[in-house]
């Protein structure tokens, strides 16, 4: 999983996690976060997802962390905002509109760079990346935010063995290993398999998505 891997996927155009609209999970969940709709939220490994948008006209500053700069000019294009890009040490940087999106290796990520973040969104981000990984995104993501921090953590659990990832499966135990310290709270659980007949088709036989409430 790493940079190649991911460019790849898209310049082929292989994006099947992008979604054509916005994650009504976010929607329902992310009024469960204390906050007053101000704050800045990061949005790590956004991809070119419409939630971005979603989070930007509940009236939050948007700071999104993607590899791929052909998915920041896609977002930009396809919702035209004539974001204004500048180079900020290793990231190139897409400004405008209310959105701040950093375009580089989110593992190189400095804490002044989130200093403004209250709250993070993270949707097929933590799964899209294998074990050793999660653990090292998980301690970059804790060592860099600001005290006080929240999170909308969307997460997928199914048999590992019987599909490799990405989506890899994180389990709840994994979770609360992970935020080991943080207050956690399962705010939605639900066996999705129906509504993915691929998984169904490799022979998965659950698959339970579940959403987190996560505070430091
Ligand atoms: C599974 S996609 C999810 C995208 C988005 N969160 C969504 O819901 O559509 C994972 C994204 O993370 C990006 N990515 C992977 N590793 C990254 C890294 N180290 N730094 C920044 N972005 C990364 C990939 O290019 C890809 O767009």
């Known amino acids: 999983m790493d940079a190649t891997f991911w460019q790849e996927r898209w310049q082929r155009g292989e994006i099947g996690f992008h979604k054509a609209s916005i994650n009504p999970l976010l929607q329902q969940w992310w009024p469960r976060l204390s906050l007053s709709g101000t704050e800045s939220v990061l949005v790590p490994l956004c991809g070119k997802s419409l939630d971005l948008l979603w989070l930007r006209q509940a009236g939050h500053p948007v700071i ?59 949707r097929a981000a ?25 999170m909308l953590l969307v997460t997928l659990d199914y048999p ?15 979770v609360r290993a992970l935020y080991q310290g943080c207050q956690i709270e399962v705010l939605d659980e639900q066996d999705v398999l129906a509504d993915h007949a691929v998984f169904a088709s490799q022979g998965m036989q659950s698959l339970v998505e579940r959403v987190y409430l996560i505070s430091a």
Request: hydrophobic share 45%; charged share 20%; proline share 7%.
């Open 64 to 122: 999104g962390v993607e590899l791929a700069r052909s998915a920041l000019e896609a977002f930009d294009a396809e919702h035209q905002l004539a974001l204004e890009w500048t180079q900020q040490g290793d990231f190139s940087v897409a400004r405008g509109a209310g959105f701040e999106l950093l375009c580089g290796d989110y593992f190189a990520l400095q804490a002044e760079q989130l200093a403004a973040v209250s709250a993070v969104y993270d």
């Open 126 to 150: 933590l799964i899209a990346l294998p074990p050793s990984m999660r653990e090292r995104y998980v301690a970059q993501l804790r060592s860099l935010l600001p005290d006080g921090w929240q």
């Open 160 to 174: 590992q063995e019987q599909r490799p990832g990405p989506p890899f499966s994180v389990p709840d135990a994994e």
